[in-house]
């Protein structure tokens, strides 16, 4: 939403915004939003998107969105105005279905072994393991899965810029 000169509210969908963002002061912090592509409807030659916020960039970037309502109170619960944007609830991770963002594909955070461990951060898996361990994580619950995604991203980061010193000292004078 944004204020015109002329007062007037003007809205956005998915489909009209790549990108936006507000400093949150009750959680002190940049809360940044991407429109991603969700898929292409039936009988319909455009993509629908999807707002989500950024939790984490990295080699993985971590996205997320409010959980949809399901069941005997799904219209009670589901009404916009139970979505305002309180601290409390953008705090808890009950609240979101998480997704690692990768090459266009949303894979759920809910599948973390099968759909991103195994085929995305394998490579790290001895040092991973390890951080595991030593930290006691519980990777079944979203924040041991989350804590380990941006372990896994620091641990690309790191061996990135190691691997950019070894080749500036290896270069002859």
Known sequence: MVRQSNGRLATFSANQVSTFGWYDDTQHKQRDFQSIEVG?????NHAMRAFYEVCMDGSLTVVRRLTRPHGLFKRAF??????????TMAQNTDHFDYFVHDAGHLLPLSRFYTDVYNPLMNAYDQKLQEFVITHNINTRTTIGRLILVDHYNFLVQQDARTASAKTQNSKPN
């Open 40 to 44: 292409v409807p039936e009988n319909s």
């Open 78 to 87: 589901g009404h916009p105005a139970n979505y305002a944007d309180q601290a």
